[in-house]
């Protein structure tokens, strides 16, 4: 017989305490700097002016629109680090050097929204799925 994992709910979750800023992983302070790198500062832009420019690799940068959906996917990460803001989690941020794309534009904070409400591909148009596109 062949073991399945159960998938727990969102409100099924349970967490544990805040680990120490200096027991956090290299690995995860390293990917949240990589986000600092390519992925934060063109968001943040995005999501205030409508579209950013992101560099691609060497290639030249591009110009990219923002979605309501991105923009409302941001609102919802810094609602999320809004609630769950303390000095552990602002140090794990700085020692990553993003605590700036978090703190500074905590008031752009949407709100969280209910884990029961699943999101729309959809909404995230043009790259929703074929077969959820809006026409």
Known sequence: MQHVQRLWEPEEQRFRAWAAPGDVPDSLVALLAQLGRHYLPWVSAAAAHGSAPLALGAGPAVELA????????????LARYASLRCPALDAVLERAGVLRFYADFASDAGTVPDPRNVPQPRLNRPFAPPWQAEH
């Open 66 to 77: 923002a979605t309501p959906f991105l923009v409302n996917a941001r609102r919802v990460l």
